[in-house]
């Protein structure tokens, strides 16, 4: 299987919000993706891009990403945050989330960032197994807050 891993482009942006929407099914939150394509696209090829991500391809077809962006700890100065490593349902267990997962762990190396850190859902044990391979450590203590911004 010929796996090419490479730095996301405009023009995956459309397949990149199809896995964001797949990735939202798994996690039990079908309706919870309401970012357009126009934000998505402006977000990460504007002006101001605000993420960067990398994509896998299998055939020329988009089977599998990993968007990140910077982070600034007070405590540990700057640290790459993965929003989301997802691939598509067809694909997991066929070495593509590690493919990206050890790109984005490179290039965070090569920026000589701090470190990298994430989240991920206590229930989903796929993903804690695949993280626990790599010396990842999970935190107990802190929560989780949001706020809705828009008016």
């Not at 990149?16 to 797949?22: A, F, K, P, Y």
């Not at 990735?23 to 696209?41: I, K």
Request: glycine share 8%; net charge negative; proline share 3%.
């Amino acid at each position: 299987m010929n796996r090419i891993i490479r730095k996301a482009e405009p023009a995956d942006c459309p397949r990149m919000l199809e896995l964001i929407n797949e990735l939202a099914v798994y996690e039990r939150e079908p309706d919870a993706v309401t970012v357009s394509l126009e934000e998505f696209l402006e977000a990460g090829f504007g002006e101001a891009p605000v993420w960067e991500a990398f994509v896998a391809e299998v055939a020329g077809t988009i089977v599998g990403m990993s968007l990140f962006y910077i982070r600034y700890s007070t405590w540990k100065g700057r640290r790459l945050y993965l929003e989301d490593i997802i691939v598509t349902e067809s694909m997991r267990g066929k070495g593509i989330g590690k493919l990206l997962f050890d790109e984005t762990l490179d290039l965070c190396k090569k920026r000589n960032y701090s470190g990298m850190v994430w989240q991920v859902l206590d229930w989903n044990e796929p993903a804690i197994r695949f993280y626990k391979k790599y010396g990842a450590t999970f935190g107990e203590g802190w929560v989780n807050v949001s706020l809705e911004c828009k008016s």
